[in-house]
């Protein structure tokens, strides 16, 4: 695979050669945690990338559910992207303000609805500026374009399947938080929650997927970094952490070495820590 990718992940230097495309369309989806106290949609207002449209992962979502930020039902997905003139033939691509962080969870939200002409932008908006490429923040110009979305729900699992695939130990379930949180040694950031781990789960935390310049490693790198934890690469994968946005950036890099039995557990610790039911393992 070769460094750029237009379905998983591109540089920079890449974004920059081909920003003027008629095709090309550009997201900013920035989100934090409430204690980083950062506001994504007045950053993005401030200041983006030429073109970009702000994708907000809380309202882009479904609020049927109790969970935080769960996928939005087709037709919600398709009604925003319309709307921000996102359709079928563009290329897009998505970034966020911590360089690799909220991004992959729109690149697998978009393959979710069977859309593949995505890729995250490596290092994101942190690399962009150092290097001196444009920003600006002027409100991209908008026509409306239909998108046909089918949507793969192999790409997704809930709880029951989770709880099946901790016992069977058909998957590997890969854990992207930090390692105290996994272990169970502190408090999680959401009131309520219970500490710890899904049983039989393997920790990946997110960072150790990126190289010392905030971008992600290369495939023998990550491949490196996640059978180092334990994995084991010949199981399909589910993926997991405190909500199912950071999560999302194992998928790329599950993706990004060739590994395409790949699932996202969308409830993620939100839920599994809510319910005393689900067992919780530690250390």
């Not at 237009?6 to 920003?19: G, M, N």
């Amino acid at each position: 695979m070769s460094a750029n990718d237009p379905q998983t992940l591109v540089s920079t230097e890449w974004l920059a050669a081909h920003l003027n495309d008629p095709d090309l369309r550009l997201f900013d989806a920035s989100w934090y945690m409430p204690d980083m106290n950062r506001d994504a949609k007045a950053e993005y207002e401030a200041a983006h990338i030429p073109g970009a449209r702000f994708f907000d992962i809380d309202e882009i979502s479904d609020h049927r559910s109790s969970l935080p930020h769960t996928a939005p039902p087709v037709e919600k997905f398709m009604s925003r992207m319309r709307a921000m003139g996102v359709g079928d033939g563009h290329q897009v691509v998505v970034y966020d303000g911590m360089g690799m962080f909220s991004a992959a969870r729109v690149w697998w939200l978009f393959r979710l609805m069977g859309k593949t002409d995505i890729a995250v932008l490596d290092g994101g908006l942190p690399k962009w500026q150092a290097e001196g490429h444009p920003v600006e923040d002027l409100p991209p110009v908008v026509k409306d374009r239909h998108m046909t979305v089918h949507r793969q729900a192999h790409l997704i699992k809930d709880v029951t399947q989770v709880a099946a695939a901790s016992k069977l130990g058909d998957y590997e379930i890969i854990d992207a938080r930090a390692g105290d949180r996994f272990r169970g040694e502190v408090e999680e950031p959401r009131p309520g929650l219970r500490s710890g781990h899904i049983p039989n789960s393997k920790n990946v935390p997110f960072p150790t997927l990126f190289a010392a310049d905030g971008t992600m490693k290369d495939p023998a790198d990550l491949k490196s970094v996640l059978e180092g934890a334990g994995v084991d690469l010949s199981k399909p994968a589910i993926t997991t952490c405190g909500s199912g946005v950071t999560a999302a950036i194992i998928n790329l890099a599950l993706e990004r070495i060739g590994h395409r039995q790949h699932a996202l557990y969308d409830g993620s610790w939100s839920e599994w820590g809510m319910y005393d039911d689900l067992k919780v393992a530690k250390g």
